[in-house]
Structures are given as C-alpha cells and as structure tokens.
C-alpha cells in the first residue's frame, strides 16, 4: 500500500541502503522516483572532486580501490536493481552507491 511519502531525509537514507521499508512504495510511486532521482544526482554532483581525485590516486590508494571495487562487484545485482528502480544507467548507480559509501 501506498501511505504517506517518505521525506528527504528517509529517500537519502534509501539510497544508502536502509530502510527497505520503503523499497515497495518508492518502487510503486513516481513522485517519490523523481525525488530520488534529484537525490541521486544531486550526490553525483557532490561526487565530481572525489572522483577528480581518483582519477589521479596517489601511492596506495590504487589498491585500496581496486579491492573495493571488487567487493563492490558482489553486490551489483543490488546496483542493477537501483538503478533500474531510478531509470538510470548501471555506471551511474555504482557511482552514487560508491559515494554514499565513501562519505562515511
Ligand atoms: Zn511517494
């Protein structure tokens, strides 16, 4: 059932992936997607110097990385399912679960 719309705050949380109880109303509604989507891409935007910095890795950093990168690949199913709940490409949701994952 739909109930009420989960705030900013629940969504971002969402995007991190908590609360699963709202995977069935954000897989259900549009306007809570679009919202997600705004989310998302806002987060990309926040990415762009950390990745900046990526592209540029100094001394260990590389292997640090990789290694995560490859846990990361574990969980793509999960990355797939994201971005196609968000209708984005497979890349750009491993960028934004990658970027929640790094602020932290
Ligand atoms: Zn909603």
Redesign the pocket.
């Known amino acids: 059932m739909?109930g009420?719309?989960?705030n900013r705050r629940q969504l971002a949380r969402w995007l991190d992936g908590d609360a699963t109880e709202l995977d069935e109303?954000?897989g259900s509604?549009?306007?809570?997607a679009e919202?997600l989507d705004a989310l998302a891409e806002a987060e990309t935007k926040d990415l762009r110097p950390a990745l900046m910095s990526l592209l540029t890795p100094p001394t260990d950093l590389e292997e640090r990385v990789s290694r995560r990168l490859a846990a990361r690949l574990q969980s793509r199913a999960d990355v797939e399912l994201f971005g196609a709940l968000l209708g984005i490409p497979i890349e750009t949701g491993r960028v934004v679960m990658e970027g929640s994952d790094a602020s932290g």
Do not use: E, M, S
């Open positions: 739909i009420r719309h989960p109303h954000i509604c549009a306007k809570c919202t």
